[in-house]
């Protein structure tokens, strides 16, 4: 049974859809990526898997639960990272992890969390006195004080500085490894390459694109691109005769192909059986970053 479950997802404010019919399913053990433009719906979706939200329409379970007639019990097993504003800045981070720890029934013990979180130091700091990276990680910790199977953690990364975010990367795939799910929202295409097992893209309050990140690659056009300056005129029709290719160009005695990594082995055999050399060789993949940007639409 998979850990969380969204089935035609709908939601509207002031009669504007903002989730628009979302479906997926989150399985045990994974880190399950929502990624999608400002406003597409995220936030929204998520909150109704918390449920802090009420869906307009739709089903939502978490192991097996409705977050909002049974609030109680998911809040038992779904852990969620608190926003910002949600923290007294006079609290200490013993006080947060205890306050925090008594809210669950069966807590974990927080002084290993805090050890392993690198809170040990602070424990006697304010949170208004922390580092953008220690609250994230406090916050990491607050999620998982309940001793949760799955956690939700939404922009959990943004404003750090690269240092602090790689760090708390670490922590996420820690988590994974420890047993527990991961829901993470994020804005970040290198985060959701690097962290997710499988990504939806979320735009305009539908799923775009469910995949695994080199799966959304894959769907994207022309995935690799070789382009290069032959020493010697190749023969067009053995070019254009090259396996999986999608597009090609030949311009001021430049040749820029794309494909897939078929194309550019067959090209290096090409110019190895024709004894051509390829001056200026460059290769370059389509990134994740182009994939989103063909599966999400340009905001008018
Ligand atoms: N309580 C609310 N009342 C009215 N509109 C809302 C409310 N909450 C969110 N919205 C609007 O719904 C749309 C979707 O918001 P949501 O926060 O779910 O998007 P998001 O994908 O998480 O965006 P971002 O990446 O910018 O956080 C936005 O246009 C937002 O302004």
């Known amino acids: ?27 045990e053990g994974e880190i399950f990526g929502v990624l999608g433009p400002n406003g597409a719906g995220k936030t929204t979706t998520v909150e109704c898997v918390e449920g802090l939200r009420v869906p307009d329409a739709g089903r939502v379970r978490v192991t097996g639960l409705d977050p909002v007639a049974d609030h109680r019990r998911v809040a038992e097993v779904l852990g ?17 992890l205890e306050l925090y720890a008594a809210f669950h029934p069966k807590p974990a013990d927080w002084r290993p969390l ?16 922390l580092s953008g990276g220690q ?18 953690l939404d922009e959990l990364t943004t404003g750090l500085d690269p240092r602090a975010r790689r ?23 290198e985060e959701a390459q690097r962290l997710c097992d499988r990504i939806a893209v979320i735009d305009r309050g539908r799923v775009a694109a469910l995949d695994t990140p080199a799966g959304l690659i894959r769907r994207s ?43 550019v082995n067959a090209v290096i055999t090409l110019l ?18 182009d994939a989103f940007l063909d599966l999400t639409e340009a905001s008018t």
């Open 1 to 27: 049974m998979p850990v969380i479950e969204v089935t035609d997802l709908r939601k509207s404010y002031g009669g504007r859809p903002v989730v628009d019919g979302v479906s997926f399913a989150v399985e």
């Open 80 to 96: 969620a990272q608190l926003q910002q504003s949600e923290l007294q800045a006079k609290l200490t981070v013993r006080e947060a």
């Open 114 to 129: 805090a050890e392993r979180l690198g809170l040990v130091p602070m424990l006697n700091t304010r949170f208004g006195k």
């Open 135 to 152: 609250k994230q990680r406090l916050f990491i910790a607050l999620a998982l004080v309940g001793d949760p199977r799955v956690v939700v």
């Open 167 to 189: 760090e708390t990367w670490q922590l996420i795939e820690d988590i994974r490894a420890g047993g527990v799910t991961v829901l993470l929202v994020t804005h970040f295409m």
């Open 221 to 263: 056009a022309g995935a690799t691109v070789i382009s290069f300056t032959p020493s010697a005129p190749l023969d067009e029709a053995d070019l254009r005769a090259l396996p999986e290719l999608a597009s090609a160009e030949f311009k001021d005695g430049r040749v820029t192909l794309s494909g897939t990594d078929e194309t």
């Open 272 to 289: 190895a059986r024709t004894r051509v050399t390829a001056h200026q060789l460059r290769v370059t993949d389509t990134t994740l970053d």
